[in-house]
């Protein structure tokens, strides 16, 4: 059975930064690409990949402020976000498979 858990959400003020981390079972994070995606008040929209190799790509949205990192050993993907905006305001889902995960809040609010 495949479970996907994201963590660390919260609320932040602009130009402050959180660490999601999404743990998973039932899959190996190394050996499967693996996504964070967000909806904040229009359509699910890819935040972050990152390959079966390691590689990771970004939506042009948060690309140099956002970093997708894995950890084999725990079984665990992170979502570093820098420099976090309003817009960037949305429930982060983690995936892979066709698997999603439950989400996890992010506002960015003064």
């Known amino acids: 059975q495949v479970h996907l858990v994201e963590s660390g959400g919260g609320t932040v003020q602009p130009g402050g930064s959180l660490k999601l981390s999404c743990a998973v079972s039932?899959?190996?994070?190394?050996?499967?690409?693996m996504y964070w995606y967000r909806q904040g008040s229009g359509e699910r929209e890819l935040v972050a990949r990152i390959?079966?190799?390691?590689?990771?790509t970004y939506g042009s949205s948060v690309k140099g402020r956002f970093a997708i990192s894995r950890d084999n050993a725990k079984n665990t993907v992170y979502l570093q976000m820098n420099r976090l905006k309003p817009e960037d305001t949305a429930v982060y889902y983690c995936?892979?498979?066709?698997?999603w995960g439950q989400g996890t809040q992010v506002t960015v609010s003064s």
């Open positions: 039932g899959l190996g994070v190394s050996v499967n690409a």
């Open positions: 390959s079966e190799f390691g590689t990771p």
């Open positions: 995936y892979s498979l066709s698997f």
